[in-house]
Protein backbone atom coordinates (compact mmCIF):
# COMPACT_ATOMS: atom_id res chain seq x y z
CA UNK A 1 0.00 0.00 0.00
CA UNK A 2 1.25 3.44 -0.78
CA UNK A 3 1.31 6.40 1.87
CA UNK A 4 0.38 9.25 0.08
CA UNK A 5 0.37 12.56 2.59
CA UNK A 6 -0.75 15.74 1.33
CA UNK A 7 -0.33 19.83 2.87
CA UNK A 8 -0.68 23.13 1.80
CA UNK A 9 -4.39 23.56 2.34
CA UNK A 10 -5.91 26.51 3.98
CA UNK A 11 -8.10 29.72 3.49
CA UNK A 12 -7.63 32.19 0.67
CA UNK A 13 -9.45 34.85 -1.01
CA UNK A 14 -10.54 34.95 -4.21
CA UNK A 15 -8.21 35.25 -7.18
CA UNK A 16 -5.40 33.92 -4.63
CA UNK A 17 -2.89 31.09 -4.82
CA UNK A 18 -1.77 28.24 -3.15
CA UNK A 19 0.38 25.37 -3.87
CA UNK A 20 -0.38 21.89 -2.71
CA UNK A 21 2.03 18.95 -1.80
CA UNK A 22 2.00 15.37 -1.68
CA UNK A 23 4.90 13.16 -0.81
CA UNK A 24 4.57 9.72 -1.18
CA UNK A 25 6.86 6.55 -0.53
CA UNK A 26 10.07 6.36 -2.18
CA UNK A 27 8.96 3.66 -4.53
CA UNK A 28 6.12 4.51 -5.62
CA UNK A 29 6.39 8.69 -5.22
CA UNK A 30 8.93 8.27 -8.76
CA UNK A 31 7.55 5.48 -10.87
CA UNK A 32 3.69 6.14 -10.35
CA UNK A 33 1.05 8.35 -12.00
CA UNK A 34 -0.35 10.67 -9.83
CA UNK A 35 -3.76 12.62 -9.92
CA UNK A 36 -5.76 15.29 -7.70
CA UNK A 37 -9.13 15.02 -6.98
CA UNK A 38 -11.50 17.48 -5.20
CA UNK A 39 -14.47 16.92 -3.31
CA UNK A 40 -17.15 19.78 -2.32
CA UNK A 41 -19.59 19.43 0.51
CA UNK A 42 -22.74 17.84 -1.48
CA UNK A 43 -20.72 16.28 -4.39
CA UNK A 44 -19.09 14.01 -6.08
CA UNK A 45 -15.43 13.06 -5.78
CA UNK A 46 -13.99 15.23 -9.43
CA UNK A 47 -10.86 14.73 -11.14
CA UNK A 48 -8.56 17.96 -10.85
CA UNK A 49 -5.42 16.96 -12.73
CA UNK A 50 -2.94 14.41 -13.48
CA UNK A 51 0.70 13.70 -13.93
CA UNK A 52 2.55 10.66 -15.76
CA UNK A 53 5.58 9.13 -14.09
CA UNK A 54 8.16 11.31 -15.59
CA UNK A 55 5.88 14.62 -15.51
CA UNK A 56 6.21 14.72 -19.06
CA UNK A 57 2.59 14.25 -19.73
CA UNK A 58 -0.13 15.76 -17.62
CA UNK A 59 -3.50 16.25 -17.90
CA UNK A 60 -6.80 18.64 -15.70
CA UNK A 61 -10.10 19.19 -15.88
CA UNK A 62 -12.14 21.28 -17.34
CA UNK A 63 -13.23 23.66 -14.45
CA UNK A 64 -9.23 23.93 -14.08
CA UNK A 65 -7.43 24.51 -16.94
CA UNK A 66 -5.36 27.18 -16.99
CA UNK A 67 -5.42 28.05 -13.64
CA UNK A 68 -3.89 25.15 -11.90
CA UNK A 69 -0.44 23.15 -12.80
CA UNK A 70 0.14 19.80 -11.59
CA UNK A 71 3.81 18.62 -11.39
CA UNK A 72 6.37 16.76 -9.40
CA UNK A 73 9.82 16.33 -8.64
CA UNK A 74 11.05 12.54 -8.21
CA UNK A 75 13.73 13.37 -6.64
CA UNK A 76 11.71 14.40 -3.37
CA UNK A 77 8.72 12.16 -3.73
CA UNK A 78 6.29 14.86 -4.13
CA UNK A 79 3.99 15.86 -6.76
CA UNK A 80 2.67 19.55 -6.19
CA UNK A 81 -0.76 21.42 -7.17
CA UNK A 82 -0.14 24.77 -8.24
CA UNK A 83 -3.55 26.74 -7.79
CA UNK A 84 -3.56 30.31 -9.62
CA UNK A 85 -6.93 32.83 -9.66
CA UNK A 86 -9.04 30.73 -6.91
CA UNK A 87 -12.02 30.99 -7.48
CA UNK A 88 -15.26 30.31 -4.37
CA UNK A 89 -16.17 27.19 -6.19
CA UNK A 90 -12.53 25.47 -5.81
CA UNK A 91 -13.30 24.82 -2.00
CA UNK A 92 -12.91 21.35 -1.53
CA UNK A 93 -11.05 18.83 0.65
CA UNK A 94 -8.20 17.87 -2.42
CA UNK A 95 -6.97 14.60 -2.63
CA UNK A 96 -3.85 12.76 -4.23
CA UNK A 97 -3.87 9.74 -5.27
CA UNK A 98 -1.16 7.24 -6.99
CA UNK A 99 -2.11 5.27 -10.44
CA UNK A 100 -0.17 2.50 -10.98
CA UNK A 101 -0.89 1.99 -14.88
CA UNK A 102 0.46 3.16 -17.57
CA UNK A 103 -0.30 6.80 -19.32
CA UNK A 104 -2.70 9.51 -17.27
CA UNK A 105 -6.08 8.75 -16.23
CA UNK A 106 -8.82 11.10 -14.68
CA UNK A 107 -11.13 7.77 -13.91
CA UNK A 108 -10.99 7.33 -9.87
CA UNK A 109 -11.06 3.79 -10.19
CA UNK A 110 -7.33 3.98 -11.70
CA UNK A 111 -6.11 5.01 -8.66
CA UNK A 112 -5.35 2.62 -6.49
CA UNK A 113 -3.86 4.90 -3.36
CA UNK A 114 -5.17 7.70 -1.54
CA UNK A 115 -4.28 10.65 0.88
CA UNK A 116 -6.78 11.40 3.69
CA UNK A 117 -7.17 15.14 2.05
CA UNK A 118 -6.27 18.16 2.43
CA UNK A 119 -8.83 21.10 3.29
CA UNK A 120 -9.14 24.19 0.69
CA UNK A 121 -11.31 26.89 1.45
CA UNK A 122 -11.54 30.12 -1.24
CA UNK A 123 -13.57 33.00 0.48
CA UNK A 124 -15.52 35.72 -1.72
Known amino acids: QVQLVESGGGLVQAGGSLRLSCSAS????????MGWFRQAPGKEREFVAA????????GYGDSVKGRFTISRDNAKYTVYLQMNSLKPEDTAVYYC?????????????????WGQGTQVTVSS
Open 97 to 113: AADPGVGISTKEERYKS
Open 51 to 58: INWNGRST
Open 26 to 33: ARTGSTYA
